[in-house]
């Protein structure tokens, strides 16, 4: 009943060579879908391709910069070159809180031009290039198609640090006025919201973290676990899929709990 959820669909997917891009990738090729793998990081994104292509999955590396509008175009083009279309875009890349010199998270006022315009660039204008590119696409398609972006826990509750949150919350934000701008196209724009995570660009960015640091993150979450990028990423299938087919609009938090207590 739950096996090739995507079976055949062409998948764009941003941010695949870490953290919860990766996870997907490897997931959504286990359902079926036939991927392109976009990332800027293009040693990480040759391991994640590696990683769906020697367990019988199809996937291509895309070099992107999901900060460039021209990038993200190409990803898309890139699938509609190798697969004939464009199914779902999966807009994951994003990057963490800009950290002060001791390690800490910066605090707000202390935000530079360059960090405010990174995360701006990536976290807000990428998602943006990418439903945009997408949205053309389907079109082009004669509509229908399926968005789902990365967005934070932090985008819904004052939570992980102003600037970041400020990103976050834009994005959680604009699929719901999106859905609604696409839904009588049959296009579906839906967020994954992860809250405390380790991944490569996150809170383990300079290496493994020690074991009381990550038993204080998981105390942040009432279930008492740090979410596990495959946790956000059975989500963004559960989005993907026809199993969501009527649901747009929406912010699904995988956060143990987090947003609920706050």
Not at 110 to 118: A, I, K, V
Not at 134 to 150: D, L, S
Request: proline share 3%; aromatic share 4%; net charge neutral.
């Amino acid at each position: 009943m739950f096996e090739g959820l995507l079976k055949g669909r062409s998948v764009v997917i941003t941010g695949a060579g870490s953290g919860v891009g990766r996870a997907a990738s490897d997931l959504f090729a286990h359902h079926g879908a036939r991927l392109i793998c976009a990332d800027v990081q293009e040693e990480w994104l040759a391991e994640t391709v590696s990683l769906v292509t020697s367990a019988g999955g199809e996937a291509r590396a895309v070099r992107c910069d999901v900060a460039r509008r021209a990038d993200v175009q190409a990803a898309v083009a890139a699938a509609v070159e190798a697969y004939g279309r464009l199914d779902v875009m999966y807009n994951n890349a994003g990057v963490a809180s800009p950290s002060s010199d001791g390690g800490r998270m910066a605090k707000f006022v202390d935000n530079t031009d360059e960090q405010m315009d990174r995360l701006i660039a990536i976290n807000m204008r990428g998602v943006m290039y990418g439903c945009q590119a997408a949205i053309a696409q389907f079109r082009a398609q004669g509509g229908g198609g399926v968005i789902v972006n990365t967005a934070s826990v932090a985008g819904m509750i004052g939570w992980g640090g102003v600037l970041y949150s400020s990103t976050k919350g834009a994005v959680v934000n604009m699929a719901r006025a999106l859905a609604m701008e696409v839904a009588a196209e049959n296009i579906r724009v839906n967020n994954v919201c992860p809250g405390t995570m380790i991944t490569r660009f996150g809170a383990g960015a300079r290496g493994p973290l020690p074991d009381n640091v990550v038993e204080n993150m998981a105390k942040l979450q009432p279930l008492g676990r740090v979410v596990d990028p495959m946790d956000a990423a059975n989500a963004a299938l559960f989005l993907a899929s026809d199993m969501s087919v009527n649901i747009t609009g929406l912010n699904l938090p995988v956060d143990g709990g987090l947003s609920a207590g706050r």
